[in-house]
């Protein structure tokens, strides 16, 4: 999201260009490390699993080469994946919608407090962010357990003892608590680098309260949205650690059938078939992002160039998610 | 220490040009192609030459997690001079995929029933030389005949247990003092159950039990493959899902001793674990249900790519004796396979029903065979039932 293009070197004179060069070399030496990251752990891997896709399963469970096929695809077609699928997306999306309705008003409250306040809240929406993934769902599983506290209170208002866990609600519920945060830090960035002044001008020309907010406020922070959005719904569509500790494994998810592929059921190209498919339906969903995201984006920056205010502050923030 | 708990799986559980993508494809489809040549020799290696005991440098055995008395390894240490490298698994399919890679290097494995037939058939045994192993002689006549290694070539037993119900003493009394699979699968009865049940996380085990319940013989089932009785199990899941209150390969023993649930299907050394621990042997039982359950035995086997292959055949001699054979079974509390056994276990552990079944409950267990192209099916209707 920095501002990073460059001006283009003048083609005036040599010694720009050789500079020019110079400097590109540089910059692809410095790229280099990340480059052969990603080349080895994710260009690599993404390759064997398309190969492994097109494969067959003998019948001890064993990947085969010879004899490429289509069938893995074609079991996607099956009742009970795409019952999974439907089931999944759905979830994502109910996970994505909770974590707006509790992000927003959240972000909210963060961007409009005065600066050192904002700092140390800052600090206290990422401290869970630190801690491991894994530990957290299980610290909810404790808090939801029928020996736990949140049965301990039910049962003493005399609600009677508290069953949520393995359910589907209790399932939400790790969702939103995991990847809430990814919702709140993006949605912070665009409120906080908003131009308020948009808004007195709304509430000037008698806008009332509610219509400036739905008129300006929601409209210039649609990036925020946008982004925080597909960062919560990509994880949660695949998300498996969840499901299984917090729904008892009851209610199948796709990243959980995925895993089930590789393990008990030693379908390979099944499970690597629906792990392209999920990378495939994710980069589109990034791509679109990047376009409506990008035209706002560049909406933002102007007016914060407009305005002499250095959009970097935010910056680390986004550097951090 | 003393039960422990193997058969569990698994606990647990990213721009470049397009130049560079290829190039990553090239190299990424080299790498396929050479574990494809190198894994695909179905021929299994010819039986080692070696004399009893004798050894040939230090032994790589792979086992499950708490799966032995250590201090075994140390007396088998003290008598060969060699070292044992001992590393453990949690499922056979995580010992599986290391030796189909060839990631790392192991003399020795204990692989399960089903397992041994896919890694023999798979060419990823070596043929044992029974010569080497004259304790061998020591295993019970029943495990002379195993179904998953028809010649009885690759494997020796090395325990055995079984899959069914763990319960307090208080539903085994609401049950009439018998334990049923209906208390999982009717609902009547099911009803009877004041608090949650759970299941398996796990296809073959709930499909078998299921059938079980229907009255099949698995065995029939899965080596006729009986798709319709298959189809069946999975209906009789599906209308059963909503009354379990989790499924858990994991931690059933725990949340039966805990509380969370009152009727859990598991393997018998997770509860026999949970029990210990809990010091709950005297509220807790674990029970083969009356229509029979699921039997299993794991076995010693050498992979076809092993280093050290006689001291390997020495280890399995060293455990096939009578009295480390007996010092096994009482630290694991599962069934020893090995007859001369008998008089060194502990009492309480041949006293067992949970351990060691009466004959006419024993009659009523089966091996979970080979299921081949029906395994899909099978994993399906776990699958299926969750939807």
Excluded at chain 2, 216 to 237: F, P, T
Aim: glycine share 10%.
């Amino acid at each position: 999201m920095q501002p990073a293009r460059r001006p283009r070197a003048g083609t005036g004179s040599s010694g720009e260009a050789a500079a020019a060069q110079a400097k590109r070399r540089q910059g692809m030496l410095l790229a280099s490390p990340g480059a052969l990251y990603l080349l080895i752990f994710f260009v690599v891997p993404l390759a064997l699993i398309s190969v492994y896709s097109f494969a067959t399963r003998t019948s001890t469970g064993r990947t085969s080469l010879s004899g490429w096929n289509v069938e893995s695809y074609e079991a996607i077609g099956d009742d009970i994946i795409l019952g999974i699928i439907g089931r999944s997306a759905w979830l994502a999306t109910l996970t994505t919608a909770l974590c707006l309705a509790v992000g927003y008003p959240f972000a909210y409250y963060l961007a409009t407090r005065p600066r050192h306040v904002r700092a140390i809240l800052l600090v206290l929406v990422m401290i869970p962010f630190w801690t491991n993934g894994l530990v957290r769902v299980f610290a909810i599983r404790f808090l939801l357990g029928s020996n736990g506290p949140a049965s301990a209170l039910s049962e003493s208002l005399g609600f009677g003892t508290f069953r949520i866990l393995f359910t589907p609600t209790a399932v939400t519920i790790g969702m939103v608590y995991s990847f809430l945060t990814l919702m709140v830090l993006p949605l912070y960035v665009a409120l906080e680098r908003m131009d308020w002044s948009l808004t007195e001008a709304a509430r000037d020309l008698y806008a009332g309260g509610s219509k400036a907010f739905w008129k300006v406020t929601l409209p210039l922070t649609k990036s925020g949205i946008v982004a925080g959005s597909v960062l919560v719904f990509v994880p949660s569509f695949g998300s498996y650690v969840v499901p299984d500790i917090l729904g008892g494994a009851k209610t199948l998810l796709i990243g959980s059938y995925i895993a089930r592929q590789f393990r008990d059921a030693r379908n390979w190209p099944l499970g690597a078939a629906l792990s392209v498919l999920l990378i495939a339906a994710m980069l589109i969903a990034v791509a679109l992002n990047q376009r409506s995201g990008s035209g706002a984006e560049g909406g933002d920056r102007r007016r914060a160039r407009r305005r002499g205010r250095a959009a970097d502050e935010a910056e680390p923030v986004t550097a951090a998610v | 220490m003393t039960a422990l708990v193997p058969k569990l799986p698994d606990r647990r559980p990213g721009n470049g040009r397009g130049r560079l993508l290829l190039a990553a494809a090239l190299v990424g489809a080299a790498g396929l192609l050479a574990a494809a040549c190198s894994g695909g020799d179905g021929d299994a290696a010819s039986a080692a030459d070696c004399e009893p005991g004798q050894t040939d440098g230090d032994l790589a055995f792979y086992n499950w997690a708490e799966y032995i008395d250590e201090e075994l390894l140390t007396a088998f240490e003290a008598e060969t001079g060699i070292n044992v490298e001992y590393t453990t698994y949690e499922s056979n399919e995580e010992m599986l995929s290391k030796v189909e890679s060839g990631a790392a290097i192991y003399d020795l494995v204990v692989p399960s029933d089903y397992m041994v037939d896919t890694m023999r058939r798979d060419g990823l045994l070596l043929e044992l030389n029974f010569d080497a192993i004259p304790n061998s002689a020591n295993i019970g006549s029943e495990f002379d005949n195993p179904p998953f290694d028809p010649e009885h070539k690759y494997s020796v037993a090395y325990q055995w247990g079984t899959t069914g119900i763990g319960m307090s003493y208080e539903v085994l009394d609401l049950l009439g003092g018998e334990s049923t699979w209906a208390v999982i699968f009717d609902p009547g009865t099911a009803a009877l159950v004041p608090g949650s049940i759970s299941m398996l996380d796990d296809a073959p085990e709930t499909v078998s039990a299921a059938l079980k319940y229907l009255g099949y013989s698995i065995e029939d089932v899965i080596n006729n493959q009986n798709e319709d009785a298959v189809r069946e199990a999975g209906e009789l899941l599906r209308a059963t899902n909503d009354r379990l209150l989790k499924y858990d390969s994991v931690t059933f023993g725990d949340d039966l001793v805990n509380g969370e649930v009152d009727v859990a299907h598991g393997w018998s050394g997770g509860f026999f674990l949970s029990f210990f621990e809990a010091d709950a042997y005297d509220d807790y039982t674990y029970t083969i249900p009356v229509e029979g359950g699921v039997r299993w035995v794991d076995n010693m086997a050498i992979p076809h790519n092993a280093d050290n292959i006689c001291s390997a055949h020495a280890m399995i001699n060293f455990l096939t004796d009578a009295e480390n054979g007996a010092t096994l079974t009482n630290w694991t509390y599962y069934g020893s396979p090995n007859a001369a056994s008998t008089p060194y276990i502990l009492d309480e552990i041949l006293e067992d029903p949970g351990i060691y079944p009466p004959p006419e409950v024993d009659a009523r267990l089966e091996l979970i065979p080979h299921a081949g192209d029906m395994a899909l099916l099978i994993q399906d209707m776990h699958t299926q039932a969750k939807s």
